[in-house]
């Protein structure tokens, strides 16, 4: 009796312990399963809001490749008023946006020439060049322009006339009116210094300059009746001969290739 009794009640002990076995692995399973669906999901909420992000920034990128042109366009309005750091600061911006936009690189060295500018145009033109040979092709133009800027900056004044020869030679309409532009403010600013060194200087009294057209063909410039004119190559011509000049000097900073005296 005491054995059964023994026997009975390690059945009891051996079934209870069974029993939270079975449930203790029943519930794990559930847990582990519930665990299991909650790492699913917060997976699948990341690859959503990975994926949302890389649609977000394909967007942005296309908005972007969409924005550089139109920066492009505002730039180049700019221009034909003469704005040039606004201009400047547009092609900036385009490139911002597409760092692939050459072309923004080419009109802020444009701009930059515009300006006399021609440290910063030949940096400009370089990049602009690496970028062009990095894709494979050439720019004759480019480097018409990087050449005559390098000769620019050595000599040390603007050979606006050439620039806009070589703009007018690749049918850029947009610089060669701005060049146009350029040339009479130089013009203008040279025309200030000679009334300034030589008050008794009118270039309204001085009559017809006696430029044959010979001498204006090899300068580069039209006959006129002006006393002052530029040259192709950036050089002054100036006309004195109805001024009485006793003393030069005051003229030898000025370029002046072609010089009448009275």
């Known amino acids: 009796l005491t054995l059964y009794r023994r026997h009975q009640s390690f059945s ?11 449930v203790g692995a029943i519930t794990s399973h559930i847990m582990m399963r519930q665990t299991i669906h909650r790492i699913l999901a917060r997976e699948s909420a990341l690859i959503a809001k990975i994926e949302a992000m890389q649609a977000e920034q394909a967007e942005r990128a296309s908005d972007y490749h969409r924005a550089a042109p139109m920066m492009m366009d505002s730039a180049s309005k700019r221009v034909v008023t003469d704005e040039f750091e606004e201009a ?3 092609a900036r911006t385009a490139l911002a946006f597409d760092p692939n936009c050459s072309q923004a690189r080419l009109l ?8 006399s500018d021609f440290n910063q145009a030949i940096a400009e033109l370089e990049l602009y060049q690496q970028a062009t040979q990095t ?29 806009r020869k070589i703009f007018s030679e690749s049918n850029d309409t947009l610089m060669v009116e701005a060049s146009g532009r ?11 210094l000679v009334r300034k060194v030589l008050p008794e200087w009118n270039p309204d009294a001085e009559g017809r300059s006696g430029w044959t057209t010979a001498l204006a063909d090899t ?44």
């Open 12 to 22: 009891l002990a051996l079934g209870f312990s069974l029993a939270l076995f079975f």
């Open 88 to 90: 400047l600061i547009d």
């Open 182 to 192: 350029a040339q009479r403010r130089i013009l203008a600013e040279y025309t200030d």
């Open 108 to 115: 802020r060295a444009k701009i930059h020439i515009l300006k």
């Open 219 to 262: 300068m580069g410039i039209k006959p006129t009746d002006r006393a002052i004119a530029l040259a192709e190559d950036g050089t002054l011509i100036l006309n004195l001969s109805k001024t009485r000049v006793t003393d030069l000097r005051a003229l030898r900073t000025l370029p002046i290739s072609c010089l009448t005296l009275g």
């Open 135 to 163: 894709a494979g092709a050439t720019d004759a133009t480019a480097t018409k322009l990087l050449a005559l800027c390098q000769s620019a900056k050595a000599r040390g004044y603007a050979p606006m006339g050439q620039f």
